[in-house]
């Protein structure tokens, strides 16, 4: 009975681990062809804004090279400029504007559309201090000082402070493959913190807040800034070699876009924050960014039965999600 019971355990482990395989197989033909219709499609659409761009390419050509001599050819001076400054400040600029709204509770054009209803309201401003100093932490100690390997990277490249601007639609290319590369390192990076080991004494600081803010996106363990925050956004311009403007477009980007996932807020017109703040609320569901690992590997099933994926979309109204797909009222009793 023993040898039966160790035979079967090891066929199961071996039937899991031949599931896992497919499953990352199958990833890689999804997000490589995906990746290909992307910029099929993209290349009809670039077409005609590329000819809008082209208007205003002269503009956007001349002040780049008055930056570029602004600086008087100081490639690290730019570099710190473009990956450091700009995308710092866009990533306090707007969360600036939601801490506002998470200790006073106005403007109500903003609060109103709070996804956990009763929570942050106000915010423990204990916590958010807490939070402020961590994020500031792992900018100034954690994720400057890896822009300076990225440097000598940019500048192997040699691409990276060309006078001459990356075309549109080469642009769009190198943030299609940017969005692939971080959500492939993301999604199992963070799979990876979530083992019972590394969850205790490392990304258990994050998952704190159960109803995340904008600057959360960024409160978390030093160890996973980098593994989980850092190194999958940077790891595509490195690869590609990009330009210093593609560089700072795309950290700028990537910062707001994680603030927009972790506010709290499902506003209008912007993309819906609902998959990760799920995420948070049930810590073992929606790993990833885009969603593309999660639903191949089954991690956002739960996700799918719920409320908050039917209203996981952009808003394009000013009626909050919450009041037309409200959730459903929990039982008494």
């Not at 000082?145 to 990225?150: A, R």
């Not at 904008?214 to 593994?227: F, K, R, T």
């Not at 927009?260 to 499902?266: A, E, F, P």
């Amino acid at each position: 009975m023993k040898k039966d019971s160790g035979y079967s355990t090891m066929a199961a482990h071996q039937e899991q681990e031949e599931k896992l395989w497919a499953a990352v197989k199958m990833s890689a033909l999804v997000l490589g062809s995906a990746l290909l219709i992307f910029t099929a499609l993209m290349n009809s659409v670039s077409w005609c804004v590329q000819k809008i761009w082209d208007t205003s390419g002269y503009f956007w050509q001349t002040t780049w090279l008055k930056l570029y001599y602004l600086f008087e050819g100081r490639e690290w001076s730019l570099f710190l400029f473009g990956a450091a400054l700009v995308p710092s400040l866009a990533f306090w600029c707007f969360n600036g504007i939601l801490m506002v709204a998470d200790v006073t509770g106005k403007p109500t054009f903003i609060t109103r559309y709070r996804i956990q209803l009763g929570k942050n309201d106000p915010v423990d401003t204990q916590k958010l201090r807490q939070a402020i100093y961590t994020a500031l932490f792992n900018q100034f100690f954690v994720s400057f000082p890896m822009l300076v390997p990225m440097f000598y990277v940019m500048k192997w490249w040699g691409n990276t402070f060309s006078k001459e601007l990356p075309t549109f639609q080469w642009f769009l290319v190198e943030l299609s493959i940017f969005t692939l590369i971080e959500e492939i390192l993301f999604y199992y990076s963070h799979r990876l913190v979530h083992l019972p080991l590394l969850y205790k004494h490392i990304h258990k600081k994050h998952h704190e807040w159960t109803a995340p803010i904008g600057v959360v996106s960024i409160y978390a363990h030093p160890l996973e800034h980098i593994l989980s925050n850092t190194l999958p956004v940077m790891t595509g311009p490195m690869l590609m070699g990009s330009h210093m403007v593609s560089i700072t477009a795309w950290f700028s980007l990537a910062l707001v876009t994680t603030s927009i996932s972790h506010c709290g807020y499902h506003l209008p017109f912007l993309p819906s924050p609902e998959f990760h703040d799920f995420h948070h609320l049930k810590f073992n569901q929606c790993y990833g960014v885009l969603g593309v690992l999660d639903y191949l590997h089954g991690t956002d099933d739960v996700f799918r039965q719920s409320k908050a994926y039917e209203r996981h979309r952009v808003l394009l109204s000013l009626t909050p999600l919450s009041k037309s797909i409200p959730d459903i009222p929990k039982r008494a009793g």
